[in-house]
C-alpha cells in the first residue's frame, strides 16, 4: 500500500518562516510534489523533487531525502496570500509506465496579520 | 487561454439522475485525468487516460464512466447519482515522459456536484 502523513493544520504570521513535512510510504517512487489550492480554486503546482536536497524557487523550497522517505514545503516571508492549502504528493510508478500521482490530506496554512 | 477547462462548474441534481462532465486542454498534453475531492479536501485519483486509451482506473463505482473521444477531451458520465457523489471534480492533464517537474499536472478549476 501506500501513504502520505502531513499535518492537517499550520498557522503563522505574516513575514514569518513555516516549514510543512511530509513523510511517505510507497513502492516504486520517484519523486515528491507539492501543490497549492486556494479556496474554492484549483490545484496548482510549486515543486518537485526526484533527487535529495533541497529546491528553491523565489520564496518556495522544498526538500527532499529519499532515505528518510521525507520531505519538507519550506515557505519564507509569509504573506496573506499564502493561506491555502498545501498537497504533497508522491509519484510513482515502474519503469516504461505511467506515472502515477498519489496525493496527501493537504495541509491547511493560515497567515496571520 | 484556459489550459484546461470543465464544464459545468456548478451542478445540482436529483439522486437517481445521470450526469456528464466535459472537460478539454489546450496544452497538447497526452494524458489526462479525473479527480475527486471530497468534504475533507481529500483529493484522490479516479481515472487516467493517455493518447485516448484507460491507464489508471482506481477502484470507483461502474456508475462512473469516463470517455475520451480524442487525446485533448476526458468526459466523466455519471449514472444514477448517489448522496456520496457529492463533490468537486478535477480534471488534469500532464505530459507523459516530461522530466522536468516530474508529473507536473495541471488542473482545471473543478466542477462542483451536489446531488440533494
Known amino acids: 500500500g501506500q501513504s502520505l502523513e502531513q499535518p492537517s493544520e499550520v498557522t503563522a504570521v505574516e513575514g514569518a518562516i513555516v516549514q510543512i513535512n511530509c513523510t511517505y510510504q510507497?513502492?516504486?517512487?520517484?519523486?515528491l510534489s507539492w501543490y497549492q489550492q486556494h479556496d474554492g480554486g484549483a490545484p496548482t503546482f510549486l515543486s518537485y523533487?526526484?533527487?535529495?536536497g533541497l529546491e528553491e524557487t523565489g520564496r518556495f523550497s522544498s526538500f527532499l531525502s529519499r532515505s528518510d522517505s521525507y520531505g519538507y514545503l519550506l515557505l519564507q516571508e509569509l504573506q496573506m496570500k499564502d493561506s491555502a492549502s498545501y498537497f504533497c504528493?508522491?509519484?510513482?510508478?515502474?519503469?516504461?509506465?505511467?506515472?502515477?500521482?498519489?496525493f496527501g490530506s493537504g495541509t491547511q496554512l493560515t497567515v496571520l496579520p | 487561454d484556459t489550459a484546461v477547462s470543465q464544464t459545468p462548474k456548478y451542478l445540482v441534481t436529483q439522486m437517481g439522475n445521470d450526469k456528464s462532465i466535459k472537460c478539454e486542454q489546450n496544452?497538447?498534453?497526452?494524458?489526462m485525468y479525473w479527480y475527486k475531492q471530497d468534504s475533507k479536501k481529500f483529493l484522490k485519483i479516479m481515472f487516467s487516460?493517455?493518447?485516448?486509451?484507460?491507464?489508471i482506473n482506481e477502484t470507483v463505482p461502474n456508475r462512473f464512466s469516463p470517455k475520451s473521444p480524442d487525446k485533448a477531451h476526458l468526459n466523466l458520465h455519471i449514472n444514477s447519482l448517489e448522496l456520496g457523489d457529492s463533490a468537486v471534480y478535477f480534471c488534469?492533464?500532464?505530459?507523459?515522459?516530461?522530466?522536468?517537474?516530474?508529473?507536473?499536472?495541471?488542473f482545471g478549476e473543478g466542477s462542483w456536484l451536489t446531488v440533494v
Open positions: 487516460y493517455n493518447n485516448k486509451e484507460l491507464i
Open positions: 510507497t513502492s516504486g517512487f520517484y519523486g
Open positions: 496544452l497538447g498534453h497526452d494524458t
Open positions: 504528493a508522491v509519484s510513482r510508478g515502474s519503469s516504461g509506465s505511467a506515472r502515477q500521482l498519489t
Open positions: 488534469a492533464s500532464s505530459q507523459r515522459g516530461q522530466r522536468a517537474g516530474g508529473n507536473t499536472i495541471y
Open positions: 523533487n526526484a533527487l535529495d
